[in-house]
């Protein structure tokens, strides 16, 4: 299969973006990645770099799409941001969100690893098929059946997270999928809650099957993101991955890995 990735990031209605995305691939695998820093200026934008910088390095030094070694980077990027807390001043609070995807073009798989609310969506023939499960206060409510996915979306308390990359007393809730097999014509979307949370999936899903390729769909949800979200909304982040057959007649855009910036 060929694959096509294109991103979108905006600072959206704050003063910066603190979300951060990038990818790796060779010969067999590409690494996706979207994570969503917190803890103001100088601190969430360096998690998620921290946090982008060392799950990529990790994966690029013993790529696999094996959950052990998915897991484990995540635990590496924890650890990685701790550390850089441990500097002190407006990094000491920092946290991040991350979610990340790993494709083997070798065997038509994919798996995904995240902790906190940045999700991932796996879409096949127009249908959402998997997504990822948050790790916060309204995704417990919601699996207590409290409320549905829609007012878990337009809850006061959405924002509340149990999980994210910066815990130093307690290691942070991490889940991993299992494999999952791949076919042409998926479509994978990796973003941060600026995303999901003004649109919901079914606005996700609409904007999809409106869409002939992955830069069509970008810009559909950046339009429908400045129409929806509300003044001073969130930082906006989406990595699309359109899957298609090697000798499919379509325009392919290259993938090329993101220099991560740790700064």
Not at 177 to 198: R, T
Not at 216 to 227: G, N, P, R, S
Request: charged share 25%; aromatic share 4%.
């Amino acid at each position: 299969m060929e694959i096509e990735i294109v991103t979108l990031s905006k600072q959206g209605g704050r003063p910066y973006n603190e979300d951060v995305h990038g990818h790796w691939h060779d010969d067999r695998f590409v690494a996706c990645l979207v994570a969503d820093g917190a803890g103001g200026h100088g601190g969430g934008d360096v998690a998620a770099a921290t946090t982008r910088s060392s799950v990529l390095g990790g994966f690029a030094a013993a790529p696999s799409i094996g959950s052990d070694a998915l897991r484990a980077l995540l635990e590496r990027a924890n650890l990685d941001v701790v550390a850089r807390q441990a500097e002190g001043g407006k990094l000491a609070a920092m946290r991040s969100t991350v979610v990340l995807a790993v494709i083997d073009l070798h065997d038509d798989q994919l798996a995904w690893a995240h902790s906190g609310d940045s999700r991932a969506y796996l879409f096949r023939a127009g249908a959402l098929v998997a997504r990822t499960t948050d790790h916060s206060l309204v995704q417990q409510m919601v699996a207590g059946g409290m409320i549905d996915e829609e007012g878990a979306r337009l809850h006061p308390q959405r924002n509340m997270l149990l999980s994210a990359l910066g815990s130093v007393d307690e290691a942070p809730e991490i889940s991993v999928s299992a494999s999952m097999p791949l076919a042409p014509g998926d479509v994978l979307l990796m973003c941060s809650d600026g995303v999901w949370e003004p649109l919901g999936d079914e606005c996700l899903l609409e904007t999809l099957q409106a869409s002939r390729n992955p830069s069509q769909w970008v810009e559909l949800l950046d339009q429908q993101i400045k129409v929806r979200a509300k003044p001073g909304h969130d930082n906006y982040t989406a990595l699309a991955v359109w899957l298609r057959e090697d000798d499919e007649d379509t325009r392919r855009m290259p993938v090329v890995a993101d220099q991560p910036d740790a700064s």
